[in-house]
């Protein structure tokens, strides 16, 4: 399974023209954002899913309570495609799909996804003093302890008027969302963990000043390749099956990464013995790789005390500490609606209350990193 020089440079043409688009990830981002909405149906005015988001931003956050739904997949979705500036794929293992509604107006005010962690991540790694690796004999009870915060997504302006993310963020650091996990999966669930979505370019994020719920302990590494997406992504596919036939089981998991990973090492492979076309392709992917960030990390243990233990393996009873009960959902929306209120009211004082829907559907160039 190999292809000719000729071949090879071909697909790393494919590459640079692709890559060489990007100076930063926000842009990136936004042509991935704007290809996926390509094909979105047009709905009747007043009848599209942005009309389940919360609106009435004359309501004072005092007057608000919330709900928390496990949504149907398919309906999550819809909702997070129109809200979300990034393209949210699913990720193997275990996904709760949950939806947040504020319940005196009966509207959605943010989606939430939470699955399997990732099993690489330097600063848990530290945290734990524990390598976490595939291989690790803790690897078990890492993963019945353990889940990723992988969408937690505010409606606009709902977030921006009512710091909405950093409400959804501590409703993960929930009992109630914690119980979610516990029942569906048979967890023991101690450690919710989340990275920033973004590193260098925004140099805060909605996780900030949120203890005890969440806690920053530190920073990712950032050595990977972003995905190509849309037709260029199945044209180079289609191309390359075509000289080597079907390289990657069509029922492989994570299959595009697979075909993706696989395309780059047999390219890489075919112009090694030629430098100038090697070199030429690594300054490709190293400036392809540039476009990734260090994220920031935060942790919640949900005020459990031994929440190593439990994860490491060592025990499986929990011992609450001093902020066991602030992770009850009351009191949760209890701290929010304090930081809520001092938000709302400055706004307000301020003029600057902000009324329009921020959908991508709208036709408007809404702003990547907010």
Partial sequence: MSLSREQANYVASVFEDYFGNFNRIDEYMREQKLNSLKDW????????PEEDLFSDFSMHPQDMEFEIVDLEAQRWQQYLDIISSHNNLSSPGRNVRLAVLEKKTQKWVGFIRIGSPTIMMKPRNQLLDCVITNEAATTKSFNNASAMGFVIVP?????????GGKLLAAICCSHEVREILNKKYKMNMCL???????????????????????RFKGVTESDFLPMMHGKPYEDLKDYVEGIVGEFVPADASSRKLKISNTIIAMTKAALKPHKEDYDKFMATINKAKSLTEQKRYYVSNYGIGNYKDIVLGKTDKIVPDENFDKHYLTNITDWWKKKATSRFETLQQEGRIRTEMEVWTSGKELDIIR
């Fill in 155 to 163: 409606a606009q302006p709902f977030g921006f008027n009512y710091l």
């Fill in 41 to 48: 149906p047009v709905a009747l005015p007043g009848c599209g």
């Fill in 192 to 214: 919710f963990e989340t990275t920033s979505l973004y590193g260098s370019s925004k140099a805060i994020s909605q996780y900030d000043g949120m203890k005890p719920y969440l």
